[in-house]
């Protein structure tokens, strides 16, 4: 019934930007906590960033400084701003509801399709 839509992806050049966007939607009454997770190739999925519905945020060390993320609450969307890009950013990049901000297996819904960013060097 939870739809996760992820979109923005693209190629860039390295020290590039990129914003991603996550639409949920579905017989859902609120969330909570908000994740996005990335995929690189031959890579397990991980948790690069999280926020809770009162925008209280936690980073991956590997994009804190370099990423933002954001939600509107009104509209069931969350956000992923990403400046300074690197090649190692490369990989498909997925949205979903948490338990805790703090663990990414607490995923609740099933996985969306993704959005694929590439950066080149």
């Known amino acids: 019934q939870v739809q996760l839509v992820e979109s923005g992806g693209g190629l860039v050049q390295a020290g590039g930007s990129l914003t991603l966007s996550c639409a949920v939607s579905?017989?859902?009454?609120?969330?909570?906590?908000m994740g996005w997770y990335r995929q690189a190739p031959g890579k397990q999925r991980e948790l690069v960033a999280a926020?809770?519905?009162?925008?209280?945020?936690n980073y991956a060390d590997s994009v804190k400084g370099r990423f933002t993320i954001s939600r509107d609450n009104a509209k069931n969307t969350v956000y992923l701003q990403m400046n300074s890009l690197k090649p190692e950013d490369t990989g498909v990049y997925y949205c979903?509801?948490?338990?805790?901000?703090?663990?990414?297996?607490?995923?609740?819904?099933?996985w969306g399709q993704g959005t694929q960013v590439t950066v080149s060097s």
């Open positions: 979903n509801a948490l338990q805790t901000i703090y663990s990414g297996n607490s995923y609740l819904y099933p």
């Open positions: 579905g017989s859902i009454f609120s969330i909570n906590i």
């Open positions: 926020i809770t519905r009162g925008a209280n945020t």
